[in-house]
């Protein structure tokens, strides 16, 4: 073997040279779970909703207030003479009543669930009779009992229940013998490192669950199944495609309406908050000072005469969607919490288990929003 001349050069014998390499692992990959944390973690619903046993399907249990407003179920319309209209639902109504029909007010003085005729006052309080449509809608806006009455009954709201299904969430992590004895650069133990990569894995599949979800209860063959948010909310929608400032007014008022009050989370797509921060951070809203060198508005809240909502930026929603949340209605609940289990193996490697199951909690649907359609850059 022949010699190396002088001088000695770090190209030279770089065999014997020791790596420089940092004893850290660097990860770009996104592992954050804001929607999740947002609503309270894996087990926020277990005190938002007093939950009392343990299954994979849960419930819980929802009431309503009698309703004031009704519709008309008649063969024909009436003229402003008659006296005795029909309702689709007499149950809601009894004497004293005061209903609307347009810009009529009628006094109930009689009601016969079996028959659903209501015998009325027409005119009321000085108000102008006019035809009633044989399916009107009627709204009740007073009540004006006689004096020495005998009282009377009315139908009551039946308590409802909705429910969803727990999911169960799995990875195996597998490592050889092998690859246990040996050192790594940034990785003390090869099982410990994989175990900890699992967790944030499954936590971005909860997320995704979320959004994408469909309530199934299973079977031997196919797996039980949560659904997400749109399972649920669906009396309280509003078009995003010319989103507008109106567009946020908009849902909130829809769930102020309902009786829903209060800040509400809306959650966006990155993409999607872009169009909410263009929508302030523009000469209407923002004047800067000439001398001024750092721009821009990041959206935190909007106030709407309805309640202020909240926004907050979630990579894994889906673009198009933004769901506007009154959060101590809504979290999830935990049946099985992270847990890590040896598995029996069969050759050289160690193996080992994380299970979890959870299930999305989602009440008082009308105390939600979804703004949908909202259009991408």
Not at 87 to 114: C, F, R, Y
Not at 340 to 363: I, N, Q, W
Request: proline share 5%; aromatic share 8%; with cysteine.
């Amino acid at each position: 073997m022949s010699n190396d001349p002088y001088p000695v050069t770090s190209y030279q014998n770089t065999v014997a040279q020791k790596r420089v390499i940092t004893d850290y692992i660097a990860m770009l990959d996104p592992s954050d779970a804001p929607f999740i944390e947002a609503i309270g973690g894996l087990d926020g619903a277990s005190s938002k909703f007093r939950f009392v046993n343990k299954g994979t399907k849960v419930e819980w249990l929802e009431d309503n207030l009698s309703p004031l407003a009704g519709t008309l179920s008649m063969a024909a319309s009436v003229a402003g003479s008659a006296t005795t209209i029909t309702a689709a639902d007499a149950n809601m109504l009894q004497p004293g009543h005061i209903l609307k029909i347009g810009t009529e007010l009628l006094w109930v003085s009689s009601v016969s669930p079996s028959t659903k005729e209501v015998v009325v006052t027409r005119g009321f309080g000085g108000t102008s009779t006019a035809t009633i449509a044989s399916t009107a809608t009627f709204s009740i806006v007073g009540m004006a009992r006689l004096e020495a009455a005998e009282a009377t009954p009315i139908g009551t709201t039946p308590v409802s229940n909705n429910y969803n299904y727990t999911q169960i969430f799995e990875k195996e992590v597998r490592v050889s013998g092998t690859a246990q004895s040996i050192d790594f650069y940034g990785i003390t133990n090869p099982m410990e490192y994989q175990e900890a990569k699992s967790i944030p894995e499954q936590m971005r599949l909860i997320e995704l669950t979320l959004q994408n979800g469909k309530r199934d209860a299973g079977s031997s063959s196919t797996p039980r199944t949560m659904g997400g948010y749109e399972v649920f909310i669906t009396s309280n929608t509003v078009q995003g495609s010319a989103f507008a400032v109106g567009v946020i007014n908009s849902a909130a008022q829809k769930i102020y309406d309902a009786g829903g009050s209060g800040d509400f989370l809306a959650i966006c797509n990155p993409s999607d908050f872009t169009k909410v921060q263009a929508l302030f951070d523009n000469s209407a809203f923002v004047r800067y000072s000439p001398d001024q060198s750092v721009f821009g508005v990041e959206v935190q809240t909007v106030r709407t005469p309805f309640g202020n909502v909240n926004f907050l930026i979630d990579r894994w929603q889906k673009q198009g969607t933004i769901p506007m949340l009154t959060l101590e209605n809504v979290g999830m609940l935990t049946l099985r919490p992270w847990t890590v289990t040896p598995l029996a193996k069969s050759g050289d490697y160690d193996r080992e288990e994380l299970t979890g199951e959870f299930t999305f909690c989602v009440k008082l649907e009308k105390s939600h929003a979804l703004i949908k359609n909202v259009p991408a850059n």
